[in-house]
């Protein structure tokens, strides 16, 4: 049995994340989606919120759970006995990014292997980040994100058309 983690801020998880999810799902026989409780940027949800949207997000894949971590990346992979890490890749500036946090994930865990999934067409321009600005503007994100995130969206940002 192969567990793997797929750590993110998921601020909001988006249906790229979804997609990147739901295929590793069908390579491990388990999938922790870990939630980063404080990254090094501006966060719209809570971690409560964020690890609530992850789950309504990915309850159809039976083989996934979502939980919170804080610290490393790698610790929280030894903590839930995780032999893989899932990272989703858009764009070569990710490739780049990616590349040097594997080298420094290698070092700090050499156990931990790296799975990079190539994001499909449609969502190699999607980023949480941009796609809350276009929500906080009023753009159309209804085929970028579930349904429950569009209303929190629009909750948080107190807009109607979200």
Known sequence: MITAIYPGSFDPITNGHIDVAQRASRLFSKLIIGVYDTPYKHLLFTIKERVEMARQAVAHLSNVKVQPFNGLAVNFAKKVKAQVMVR?????????????????????????????????????????????????????????????VIQALSKKEGTSKM
Not at 119 to 132: C, G, T, V
């Open 88 to 148: 989703g890749l858009r764009v070569s500036a990710d490739f780049e990014r990616e590349f040097d946090m594997a080298m420094m994930n290698r070092k700090l865990n050499p156990e931990l292997e790296l799975i990079c999934l190539i994001a499909k067409p449609k969502y190699q321009f999607l980023s949480s980040s941009l796609l809350k600005e276009v929500a906080r503007l009023g753009g159309d994100i209804d085929d970028l994100v579930p349904k429950h």
